[in-house]
């Protein structure tokens, strides 16, 4: 069964970091290109980032690049976010979620961390 | 960037209905839209991939067709637990973008 479990969500100070983890079980960590999708509180979803099962290629939302960077760990199967800068409007669930191999469809999601920014 | 437009925003339908969900695409997606379910306090789930694959478990009540620029998801029969918010999603393009959602509310 496969399995995603976030954690680092936090409540920050504008300007502040945090740092956010996935523990992947269930599959072949490194086959599988993973993501980051946010979902700010009453609204919908925004993808953020996204990572190759290599590691060999990241890509990022416009609203977050240059403060937030994607990383993984196949050898302990973990996806992170490393945040910084962070504004009000980063207040958000962030979600680890999994695309088919090969690029495919979004198929698997977390329960989510919520992250707040607020002074 | 694909601009992913839902109609209508909120749908009022009774149990046993059919519910017909929009989605369009600024621009061709080909047939790389994907349909989730979202649920009060719950992450989304994976309905429908490639415009018109039902995901692993998901009942034959829910169906997706199109390709390119419009696409539908169809509820044949509205069960209880479908009262949801519906959002589509292409991974066509970077960005990956997902449409702004209908709610399928009890009328």
């Known amino acids: 069964e496969v399995q995603l479990l976030e954690s680092g969500g936090d409540l920050v100070q504008p300007g502040g970091s945090l740092r956010l983890s996935c523990a992947a079980s269930?599959?072949?960590?490194?086959?599988?290109?993973m993501n980051w999708v946010r979902q700010a509180p009453g609204k919908g979803l925004e993808w953020v980032s996204s990572i190759g099962g290599s590691d060999e290629s990241t890509y990022y939302a416009d609203s977050v690049k240059g403060r937030f960077t994607i990383s993984r760990d196949n050898s302990k199967n973990t996806l992170y976010l490393q945040m910084n800068s962070l504004r009000a409007d980063d207040t958000a669930v962030y979600y680890c979620v999994r695309r088919g191999s090969g690029w495919g469809p979004i198929d698997y999601w977390g329960q989510g961390t919520l992250v707040t920014v607020s002074s | 960037e694909i601009v992913l437009t839902q109609s209508p925003a909120t749908l009022s339908l009774s149990p046993g209905e059919r519910a017909t969900l929009s989605c369009r695409a600024s621009?061709?997606?080909?047939?790389?839209l994907a349909w989730y379910q979202q649920k009060p306090g719950q992450a989304p789930r994976l309905l429908i991939y490639d415009a018109s694959n039902r995901a692993t478990g998901i009942p034959a009540r829910f169906s997706g067709s199109g390709s390119g620029t419009d696409f539908t998801l169809t509820i044949s029969g509205l069960e209880p637990e479908d009262f949801a918010v519906y959002y589509c999603q292409q991974r066509s393009s970077w960005p990956l973008t997902f449409g702004g959602g209908t709610k399928v509310e009890i009328k």
């Open positions: 269930g599959f072949t960590f490194n086959n599988y290109p």
């Open positions: 621009q061709s997606v080909r047939s790389l």
